[in-house]
């Protein structure tokens, strides 16, 4: 009873936390402005660990917004085996899986969602074959590529259902646009690259530059030389 007891404690005094920290996020002033509630490392994070189970590490709210800053402050569930690559020094994953702290975790802003970025099942359009859409989101990667360093790639996303584009930024290297292929614009432009590739690709890179933060600056100058090579492939 007395082990019962204590962890019942432990767990509402970490509620307590949780809350003071909620009010320090949400209302700066309200524990005082010499507080220290922001620096207290009390936001768990998955560190290490067998797949499925994590070792609990704290940061505090105060590292939390500058990681979220600088785009390396992420979330998930334990069994995200996506979350294991994210664990280092350099970036933190805050655990979802805590109760005393979901709510909490839940009002950071600009935090990556990792289950999220799982459940869209990106993959390279080459690797999606016989489909119109995959081949056009193909061509436009070569040409981007092409292009100019540093545009990001598109990506097949049968898991995005609610818009036809999502930028995706993680820690490191990757990044992507996630597009949907049952997306009504996308839709129609596969149909249309049946019948004129070069129209196609270009329609789409010119809405990509309009829709994606992910560009390199002067976007009418990819554009430009988008068009320019299209021109010198038309027969």
């Not at 005082?32 to 704290?58: F, M």
């Not at 292929?181 to 839709?187: I, L």
Request: with cysteine; net charge positive.
């Amino acid at each position: 009873i007395t082990g019962s007891t204590r962890e019942g404690d432990q767990e509402t005094t970490r509620g307590t936390l949780a809350q003071m920290a909620a009010g320090a996020l949400l209302r700066p002033g309200l524990w005082g402005y010499d507080s220290h509630i922001r620096y207290y490392r009390i936001l768990p994070t998955l560190h290490s660990g067998k797949p499925g189970r994590g070792i609990t590490k704290c940061i505090s709210l105060d590292r939390a917004l500058r990681l979220t800053k600088a785009g390396k402050l992420l979330k998930s569930h334990r069994n995200n085996p996506l979350a294991r690559k994210f664990t280092g020094s350099c970036t933190a994953v805050l655990d979802k899986d805590d109760p005393a702290f979901r709510s909490l975790i839940n009002l950071l802003p600009g935090v990556i969602d990792l289950d999220m970025v799982v459940s869209l099942k990106a993959v390279p359009p080459d690797q999606v074959s016989r489909q119109k859409v995959a081949q056009l989101l193909s061509r436009v990667n070569k040409l981007l590529k092409k292009i100019k360093m540093g545009c990001p790639d598109c990506r097949w996303a049968a898991g995005l259902r609610d818009r036809e584009f999502l930028d995706v930024e993680l820690p490191g290297s990757a990044r992507y646009i996630a597009v949907n292929p049952g997306g009504r614009g996308v839709e129609m432009l596969a149909w249309l690259f049946s019948r004129n590739p070069q129209l196609a690709v270009y329609s789409l890179i010119k809405r990509l530059l309009r829709e994606s933060r992910l560009f390199p600056p002067l976007p009418g100058s990819i554009l430009k030389k988008a068009a320019l090579i299209l021109l010198k492939e038309m027969p």
